[in-house]
């Protein structure tokens, strides 16, 4: 067989033409030309694989918790085979903003109100892993390790409640980076190889 003839495996994604369109227009009004686009649960779990050694039998829950989404996506054998997306209500009533040392921090006016929202994505969380387990493998294999990223300002108590579910959680933020956890998705996005 030739090498031009070998077989490669492709990784296809796809998402609605006007999801893409409002992106898209978004960087035409701002003069900008978007050169490639990226999954952010790709972009974590690059930055994940250098950090690590993932095993061949491990099966990685990384649920990235934002104020505005929730995405989770499951990786086996270093491929996504399960992604998720979840909308979260956001309303600015809720926060007070304030920057310190060119950071923009959000503190929570309704704890009560926000951590029942965060309580309900959390049933959505397991609902998920429940389905991995028991219907995606028939019952033969299940989440191993979660891994905690995004930018929520209640990330620690999101920790600590996925920790309830699972006590297998790490949180990129805790890896010793040496930057602050706002900038772990533009540093994963770093490691992505763009070819023009």
Same mark, same amino acid.
């Given at each position: 067989?030739?090498?031009?003839?070998?077989? !490669?495996?492709?990784?296809? *994604?796809?998402?609605?033409? &006007?999801?893409?369109?409002? @992106?898209? +227009?978004?960087?035409? %009004?701002?003069?900008?030309?978007?050169?490639?686009?990226?999954?952010?649960?790709?972009?974590?779990?690059?930055?994940?694989?250098?950090?690590?050694?993932?095993?061949?039998?491990?099966?990685?829950?990384?649920?990235?918790?934002?104020?505005?989404?929730?995405?989770?996506?499951?990786?086996? !054998?270093?491929?996504?085979? *399960?992604?998720?997306?979840? &909308?979260?209500?956001?309303? @600015?009533? +809720?926060?007070?903003? %304030?920057?310190?040392?060119?950071?923009?921090?959000?503190?929570?006016?309704?704890?009560?109100?926000?951590?029942?929202?965060?309580?309900?994505?959390?049933?959505?969380?397991?609902?998920?892993?429940?389905?991995?387990?028991?219907?995606?493998?028939?019952?033969?294999?299940?989440?191993?390790?979660?891994?905690?990223?995004?930018?929520?300002?209640?990330?620690?108590?999101?920790?600590?409640?996925? +920790?309830?579910?699972?006590?297998?959680?790490?949180?990129?933020?805790?890896?010793?980076?040496?930057?602050?956890?706002?900038?772990?998705?533009?540093?994963?996005?770093?490691?992505?190889?763009?070819?023009?």
């Amino acid at each position: 067989m030739e090498e031009n003839d070998a077989q !490669r495996e492709i990784l296809f *994604f796809a998402t609605p033409a &006007s999801i893409m369109k409002d @992106y898209n +227009d978004l960087f035409e %009004e701002l003069n900008l030309t978007p050169i490639v686009a990226d999954v952010s649960s790709l972009s974590f779990y690059r930055l994940f694989y250098e950090l690590t050694e993932a095993g061949e039998d491990q099966h990685f829950l990384f649920v990235e918790w934002d104020l505005s989404s929730l995405n989770l996506c499951i990786f086996h !054998r270093d491929k996504p085979v *399960f992604m998720r997306h979840i &909308s979260q209500k956001f309303t @600015y009533d +809720d926060w007070t903003m %304030e920057h310190e040392g060119g950071i923009t921090h959000l503190h929570c006016n309704n704890d009560e109100k926000v951590e029942k929202e965060i309580n309900e994505q959390l049933q959505e969380v397991e609902r998920v892993m429940n389905f991995y387990k028991y219907t995606f493998n028939k019952g033969e294999d299940e989440i191993t390790n979660i891994i905690l990223a995004g930018d929520h300002p209640k990330l620690q108590y999101i920790r600590n409640s996925l +920790d309830e579910i699972d006590g297998t959680v790490k949180s990129l933020d805790e890896m010793d980076l040496g930057i602050h956890y706002h900038y772990i998705l533009p540093l994963s996005l770093c490691l992505k190889e763009v070819v023009k």
